[in-house]
């Protein structure tokens, strides 16, 4: 199997390791030609992850339209915010027999549009053959060889069946599902639950505040994901609570850390200035909130994180309205 592998941050480079380590064919293009350059020579990422070994076999280019036409299977993790331009670029080579496999955990933030609606409006991919790839997998043990496990969604299951095969050994163990949607959506929208947990552990709350937002997190971000056409049954698998728990709680979460930095006083400017990569969950909270108010469902710590990342009000302040909002009963979806 050859795969092309668009974007060259931790985890595109994560999910190149994997596939080379499977024995496919694998090359990965990155903009930054320091990184090209790194991995072609030595291995390794100079920007991201850069104490960590990558396969022999894999390979990284700069040219983007050579990476495109290298495979039928592409990966897709470019962050959300840049797929569109970088889309555009592919229009002269995309091919009926591409099967596109995002493992880009956003919604653009102009129009709202999941990786799928955009690969169809830019590219003429149809859903059949687009795949969303998500679950709890940092890319750090990804590349260390952890048991991981993550989900293969697919309109056309014989596609995402197929391609389980393919990706999956001892390290990485997929399983095929045909909800779309509903993995793209849960993806997305974990990062904004992850942010709020890291302020509530910046603020030096316990393990009941911790509980307690995260259950109520994925239920409202289960109710988003139904109301745009998901099934809730993804939300509680891997690609819902699995991503969402582990986003949560691990210290390699960059979501987490953006989160815990603000509790502890530090500005949203200050700290992005500080990190190399994208934190997804930052535009994707202002984004779920516009499509939720489209939708017609409340999500309030989703409204609250908006206006804490807007600089429209501070962590104990938000923390304090969520709390003495009007009492409701309990339902499930």
Known sequence: MK????????WGCALAHQMSRRGQDVLIWAREREVVEGINTE???PLFISDLDLHEDLRASNDLEAVARFADIWIWVVPSQFSRGVM???????????????????????????MDELAWEILN?????????SGPTFAREVINGD?????????DIDIASRLQEGFSDYHLRCYAARDLVGVELAGALKNVIAIAAGIVDGLGLGFNTQAALMTRGLHEITRLGVAAGASATTFRGLAGMGDLVLTSTGGLSRNRTVGQRMGKGESLED????????VEGVRTTPAALRLATNLGV????????ARLLAGETDPKTALRELMLRELKKETTL
């Open 88 to 114: 555009e670029d592919l229009t002269g080579v995309i091919r009926p027999e591409i099967v596109m496999v995002s493992a880009s955990k956003g919604i653009e933030i102009q129009s709202l549009r999941r």
């Open 147 to 155: 048991p991981s496990a993550a989900v293969l969604a697919c309109p």
């Open 271 to 278: 700290i992005l200035g500080s990190m190399r990569e994208v």
């Open 125 to 133: 991919l149809p859903s059949s053959r687009f795949c969303a790839l």
């Open 43 to 45: 291995h390794r990422n």
């Open 3 to 10: 795969i092309s592998v668009f974007g060259g941050g931790s």
């Open 298 to 305: 409340e999500m309030p710590i989703t409204a609250a994180m």
